[in-house]
Nanobody
Framework: QVQLVESGGGLVQAGGSLRLSCAASGRTFSYLAMGWFRQAPGKEREFVATITWSGARTDYADSVKGRFTISRDNAKITVYLQMNSLKPEDTAVYYC???????????????WGQGTQVTVSS
């Protein structure tokens, strides 16, 4: 079992920044990667970014590349998503998840957090 708790969401103006955190607990050593996904109203959940626990590999959706940065703190068992130059289309509920493989597929991730709302006003 793995527990994930996201924090850091909120309301920000376009062009602003937010940093999301995802604190993990439980049997995290069994998992290779942690990812961030998001879901906007009326849309399917989509991949945002992922990182291996070693930090050796990262991957980003094209829509956020160059604006978002994923990182991790192994001592705190926490993964971060630094979001800069935010756009109204980034508005969504953001979820973190852990998986045994490194990838973009939702099905590769086994445990999910409860989500944190990010709202970007124009």
């Amino acid at each position: 079992q793995v527990q994930l708790v996201e924090s850091g969401g909120g309301l920000v103006q376009a062009g602003g920044s937010l940093r999301l955190s995802c604190a993990a607990s439980g049997r995290t050593f069994s998992y290779l990667a942690m990812g961030w996904f998001r879901q906007a109203p009326g849309k399917e959940r989509e991949f945002v970014a992922t990182i291996t626990w070693s930090g050796a590999r990262t991957d980003y959706a094209d829509s956020v590349k160059g604006r978002f940065t994923i990182s991790r703190d192994n001592a705190k068992i926490t993964v971060y998503l630094q979001m800069n130059s935010l756009k109204p289309e980034d508005t969504a509920v953001y979820y973190c998840a852990v998986g045994r493989t490194f990838g973009r597929q939702i099905g590769a991730y086994e445990y999910w957090g409860q989500g944190t709302q990010v709202t970007v006003s124009s």
